[in-house]
C-alpha cells in the first residue's frame, strides 16, 4: 500500500491567458551496452488509449513550477531523482481539461529532465499506470502526443546532445546533508564506532539513523579529527575524535528512520553542501576527501556505483 496520495481536482489550479499551466518531466537514465551507455526514457501507460506518456500534470498555486513536476513524476511515475534544466514549454489541445478558465483546453507544459535516481515500488497511480524505460528511437515510436515527441526531440535530445558535446556531467553530483540538532549549518552523517561492529558497518548504520538512507558503502576517504564539546568524558577529556569517511552512493530513501523527528535531510550540490557545512572538518571532507576521490574515479572512466 503507498502512503503517498495523488493530489485531485483544480481548485488551486493555475491559469495564464486562457491556458491551464502543467508541469511535467522526460526521467531518464544510461543502461550499459556493447556499445557503451545509452539513454533510455521513462514512460507510463495512459489511462484514455494507446500510447505511452511522459509523467506532467496541473501546475498548482502552492507550488513552483520545479516543485510540481518533481510532485508528478513521483505521483504518475513512481520515480525520484534530480530535476534537472528546464527543456522548453509546449502548447497542446486537451478535451478532459476544458472550463470556465480554458474553454478551448488549452494547456501550456513546462518540461524539465530527470536524472532517475529511485524507483518506488508503490505510488500514487500505479494501479492506473505501468512504466516502461525505452531507447529515444523506442519512446518516438510510441509516444501517444504529437507534443510530448517534439518535447523529447527537440527538447530533451537537443539539450542532451548539446551537455555530451560540451563533455558536461549530466548526473550532477549532488550530496546529502542533515540539519544539526545543536545549531546552524548542515552536516553529514556520522556517529560513534562501537566495539560489535566494523567501521564500515557503523558508517552505514549513522547513514540510516540520521539520514534515512541506504546504499552501497564505497571508499574509504581519510580520517579526519576535530573536537567535540558535547563528547568529553573520562576516556577523552578534551573530546578529540577521529572520524572515519566514506563515500556512500544512495539507493533507497527510507520513508520514516530513527532521527526524522530531529533531523532534516537536504540534496544539495557540491557548492552548496561547501557553503551550508557546519564543521571545518567535514567540509575538508568533502572538498580534500570526496571530490578529489570523484575526479579521480571520473578520470579514469571508473563506474561510480549505480550509475549504469
Known amino acids: ?5 495523488a493530489r485531485t481536482g483544480r481548485l488551486q489550479q493555475r491559469y495564464e491567458d486562457g491556458s491551464r499551466l502543467v508541469a511535467g518531466c522526460i526521467p531518464f537514465r544510461y543502461l550499459n551496452s556493447e556499445s557503451g551507455k545509452v539513454v533510455h526514457v521513462l514512460m507510463i501507460s495512459s489511462s484514455s488509449g494507446p ?6 500534470g496541473g501546475w498548482e498555486n502552492d507550488e513552483t513550477v520545479r516543485e510540481a513536476a518533481v510532485r508528478e513524476a513521483v505521483e504518475e511515475a513512481g520515480v525520484r531523482g534530480i530535476l534537472m534544466d528546464f527543456l522548453g514549454d509546449y502548447e497542446f489541445k486537451s478535451k478532459t481539461h476544458q472550463d470556465e478558465c480554458s474553454p478551448e483546453g488549452l494547456c501550456k507544459a513546462a518540461m524539465y529532465a530527470l536524472y ?9 497511480e500505479q494501479k492506473t499506470r505501468t512504466r516502461t524505460w525505452l531507447t529515444i528511437e523506442e519512446a518516438v515510436e510510441n509516444c501517444r502526443h504529437a507534443w510530448m515527441k517534439n518535447a523529447l526531440v527537440e527538447g530533451f535530445c537537443k539539450w542532451h546532445k548539446e551537455k555530451m558535446s560540451k563533455g558536461e556531467e549530466i548526473a550532477v553530483v549532488h550530496v546529502l546533508m542533515i540539519s544539526s540538532s545543536s545549531g546552524p549549518g548542515l552536516l553529514f552523517p556520522k556517529g560513534g564506532w562501537e566495539n560489535d561492529e566494523t567501521v564500515r558497518e557503523a558508517a552505514v548504520r549513522e547513514a540510516v539513523e540520521e539520514a534515512g538512507v541506504r546504499g552501497i558503502l564505497m571508499d574509504f576517504l581519510g580520517d579526519y579529527e576535530f573536537k567535540s564539546k558535547t563528547h568529553q568524558d573520562e576516556c577523552s577529556p578534551e573530546g578529540l575524535c577521529k572520524a572515519a569517511m566514506y563515500a556512500l552512493y544512495v539507493k533507497e530513501e527510507l520513508e520514516t528512520w530513527p532521527e ?4 532534516t535531510r537536504t540534496w544539495l550540490t557540491i557548492e552548496e553542501a561547501v ?3 557546519r564543521h571545518a572538518w567535514m567540509k575538508n ?3 580534500e576527501g570526496f571530490c578529489k576521490w570523484h575526479k ?3 578520470s579514469k572512466g571508473e563506474e ?4 549504469d
Open 296 to 298: 579521480e574515479k571520473m
Open 275 to 277: 557553503e551550508n557545512c
Open 285 to 287: 571532507a568533502l572538498v
Open 1 to 5: 500500500m503507498c502512503d503517498l496520495v
Open 304 to 307: 561510480i556505483a549505480g550509475y
Open 51 to 56: 500510447g505511452l506518456l511522459f509523467p506532467k
Open 260 to 263: 526524522q523527528k530531529t533531523r
Open 116 to 124: 532517475v535516481k529511485e524507483e518506488l515500488e508503490t505510488w500514487p
